[in-house]
């Protein structure tokens, strides 16, 4: 069965850094890309970062500049470095990989890990 396992999280204050890991289980980041999204109380889940399997990254304005989402194919593992951090990236922060279909086509739907907790206070 699939897992993703999210590690990294804490707290600091603001302007301090955390890096998030994501490591799989039974499954293989690869040309499906994957993505960080993170979710604050009483808010909706919002997407932080994309990257795809060329290395293509995408982030949300919020994040710009302060975050870098990454893989390492050798270790099998998504990272999301979060440098000066604020107050309002207080949320919980998980890790996103799409399905994969027949032929290694990627699916709309995805695997979920079950997040970590970053607080931010200042």
């Known amino acids: 069965q699939v897992r993703l396992d999210e590690s990294g999280g804490g707290s600091v204050q603001a302007g301090g850094t955390l890096k998030l890991s994501c490591i799989p289980s039974s499954y293989t980041f690869g040309r499906c890309g994957s993505s960080w999204y993170r979710q604050a109380p009483g808010k909706e889940r919002e997407l932080v970062s994309r990257i795809s399997s060329d290395g293509t990254t995408t982030y949300s304005a919020s994040v710009q500049d302060r975050f870098t989402i990454s893989q390492d194919y050798a270790k099998n593992t998504v990272y999301l470095q979060m440098d000066r951090l604020k107050t309002e990236d207080t949320a919980v922060y998980y890790c996103?990989?799409?399905?994969?279909?027949?032929?290694?086509?990627?699916?709309?739907?995805?695997?979920w890990g079950q997040g970590t907790q970053v607080t931010v206070s200042s």
């Open positions: 996103a990989a799409p399905m994969i279909r027949q032929w290694g086509v990627c699916d709309t739907a995805h695997y």
